[in-house]
């Protein structure tokens, strides 16, 4: 006899209810290169949402290491790197990035999320605990629920909230103590207090882990992310984990910190093992984004400028930009529908810049996150500007 259950209805009825609520995601297309102005949906606009900070994903010298690559290596890798896909241009990518960071060594995964979700449920497990910033990344949440520790969470950004958690700790005797954080958090651009967090952490013995997906390549001396913007050593931060696939315009998740910790993750993260490796352009094209950022401090440097002259002409008009600290500027709206419309309204006058809606953030703080870009051009930030003064005005929010 067979079952009266219709096996794929879900599919049909789970869509339509995310449509309903407009949860759904609607897919734009964007036709070419990731550029200042470009072609998304037979549209020329300016971009204002792509991760892309430093406009590194369209360079000449990351194409041409690309191109060079596929005609030394060809275009994949074969097979994953504990068999046969270890090629010379992954460890040296390892080398170059660890020399860029002032780390020990560095190992390179395929996608940031594949290091946070290989990583973390290696580093701790059954008599640990781990605790997380309430307002972490997806992919740091996936792979704390992969870990069979114990979990606490602390509130955003808030060390004595997390010292509280830390002496609550002491009632246990946990064998490790994993506190992880993002060190630019991607909804309001804030920074991670990352050297109260070592001063707090410090007497409790515990690990510290940074996710810098956004502020690699855009925080502390040249771009080398968060642990120089505090500073800091990977004596203090131990693991500092970042991706490829933002400012530096290719594609890949990586983790820096001691030789032991190298050894230890490719040796035990599931992702890393299981997965074929990065093909051949993607790692020269990262090999190409350092020799950028370790020769070329102007892009950088015009993204800091970028971010400063448009932030102090938003909050000339009366726009509230959140707590941004870098170049991601949440620009405060209020409800889901009014942000939704509005991305809209400035899709029609040439500005590509989405929404962030509940449940991505609390109810009420719908916002446009614009996030800023080296290769922007005056010409291109006052369009923009204009463009949000016009929808600002018109939707009654300035
Ligand atoms: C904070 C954070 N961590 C990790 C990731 C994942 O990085 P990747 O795109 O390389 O998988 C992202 C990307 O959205 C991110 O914003």
Same mark, same amino acid.
């Given at each position: 006899?067979?079952?009266?259950?219709?096996?794929?209805?879900?599919?049909?009825?789970?869509?339509?209810?995310?449509?309903?609520?407009?949860?759904?995601?609607?897919?734009?297309?964007?036709?070419?290169?990731?550029?200042?102005?470009?072609?998304?949906?037979?549209?020329?606009?300016?971009?204002?949402?792509?991760?892309?900070?430093?406009?590194?994903?369209?360079?000449?010298?990351?194409?041409?290491?690309?191109?060079?690559?596929?005609?030394?290596?060809?275009?994949?890798?074969?097979?994953?790197?504990?068999?046969?896909?270890?090629?010379?241009?992954?460890?040296?990518?390892?080398?170059?990035? +660890?020399?860029? &960071?002032?780390?020990?060594?560095? =190992? /390179?995964?395929?996608? #940031?999320?594949?290091?946070?979700? $290989?990583? @973390?449920?290696?580093?701790?497990?059954?008599?640990?605990?781990?605790?997380?910033?309430?307002?972490?990344?997806?992919?740091?949440?996936?792979?704390?629920?992969?870990?069979?520790?114990?979990?606490?969470?602390?509130?955003?950004?808030?060390?004595?909230?997390?010292?509280?958690?830390?002496?609550? +700790?002491?009632? &246990?005797?946990?064998?490790?103590? =994993? /506190?992880?954080?993002? #060190?630019?958090?991607?909804?309001? $651009?804030? @920074?991670?207090?990352?050297?109260?967090?070592?001063?707090?952490?410090?007497?409790?013995?515990?690990?510290?882990?940074?996710?810098?997906?956004?502020?690699?390549?855009?925080?502390?001396?040249?771009?080398?992310?968060?642990?120089?913007?505090?500073?800091?050593?990977?004596?203090?931060?131990?693991?500092?984990?970042?991706?490829?696939?933002?400012?530096?315009? /290719?594609?890949?998740?990586?983790?820096?910190?001691?030789?032991?910790?190298?050894?230890?993750?490719?040796?035990?993260?599931?992702?890393?093992?299981?997965?074929?490796?990065?093909?051949?352009?993607?790692?020269?094209?990262?090999?190409?984004?350092?020799?950028?950022?370790?020769?070329?401090?102007?892009?950088?440097?015009?993204?800091?400028?970028?971010?400063?002259?448009?932030?102090?002409?938003?909050?000339?008009?009366?726009?509230?930009?959140?707590?941004?600290?870098?170049?991601?500027?949440?620009?405060?709206?209020?409800?889901?529908?009014?942000?939704?419309?509005?991305?809209?309204?400035?899709?029609?006058?040439?500005?590509?810049?989405?929404?962030?809606?509940?449940?991505?953030?609390?109810?009420?703080?719908?916002?446009?996150?614009?996030?800023?870009?080296?290769?922007?051009?005056?010409?291109?930030?006052?369009?923009?500007?204009?463009?949000?003064?016009?929808?600002?005005?018109?939707?009654?929010?300035?």
């Amino acid at each position: 006899m067979s079952s009266k259950r219709d096996p794929t209805a879900f599919l049909k009825d789970e869509y339509n209810e995310l449509v309903k609520q407009a949860l759904d995601w609607r897919l734009r297309e964007l036709q070419g290169p990731s550029s200042p102005r470009a072609m998304v949906d037979n549209k020329e606009v300016i971009m204002l949402c792509s991760n892309n900070y430093l406009g590194l994903s369209n360079h000449p010298k990351l194409k041409q290491a690309a191109i060079d690559a596929i005609k030394t290596h060809g275009v994949g890798s074969g097979s994953v790197r504990p068999i046969a896909g270890n090629m010379d241009l992954h460890e040296e990518l390892e080398r170059r990035l +660890a020399q860029f &960071k002032g780390a020990e060594a560095s =190992l /390179v995964y395929q996608t #940031g999320f594949a290091a946070n979700a $290989g990583l @973390i449920p290696q580093l701790v497990g059954k008599g640990d605990l781990i605790i997380s910033d309430e307002l972490n990344h997806g992919s740091i949440i996936d792979g704390v629920r992969l870990t069979r520790a114990e979990r606490a969470i602390f509130k955003h950004a808030d060390t004595p909230d997390l010292g509280r958690v830390l002496d609550e +700790a002491k009632k &246990k005797e946990y064998r490790r103590i =994993l /506190v992880i954080t993002d #060190g630019v958090f991607s909804m309001d $651009g804030d @920074i991670a207090p990352l050297d109260q967090i070592v001063k707090i952490c410090k007497p409790h013995g515990a690990m510290i882990y940074v996710d810098d997906a956004h502020g690699e390549a855009v925080l502390g001396e040249g771009g080398r992310g968060i642990v120089s913007h505090f500073k800091l050593t990977h004596k203090d931060v131990h693991v500092e984990m970042g991706t490829f696939s933002k400012a530096f315009g /290719v594609v890949g998740g990586h983790v820096s910190g001691s030789e032991y910790l190298r050894k230890f993750a490719y040796n035990k993260s599931r992702t890393w093992l299981l997965s074929g490796s990065h093909p051949p352009p993607v790692a020269a094209a990262c090999i190409a984004a350092i020799d950028i950022l370790e020769n070329e401090p102007k892009h950088v440097e015009n993204l800091w400028k970028n971010r400063a002259y448009f932030i102090g002409a938003m909050s000339d008009l009366g726009f509230n930009t959140g707590m941004s600290e870098t170049p991601i500027i949440p620009v405060m709206i209020g409800e889901s529908d009014a942000a939704q419309k509005f991305s809209v309204r400035l899709f029609e006058e040439g500005v590509f810049a989405l929404p962030i809606v509940y449940p991505m953030v609390a109810r009420g703080t719908a916002r446009i996150r614009v996030m800023m870009n080296a290769a922007l051009t005056k010409d291109d930030l006052n369009g923009a500007i204009t463009a949000f003064d016009k929808v600002g005005k018109e939707l009654n929010i300035i």
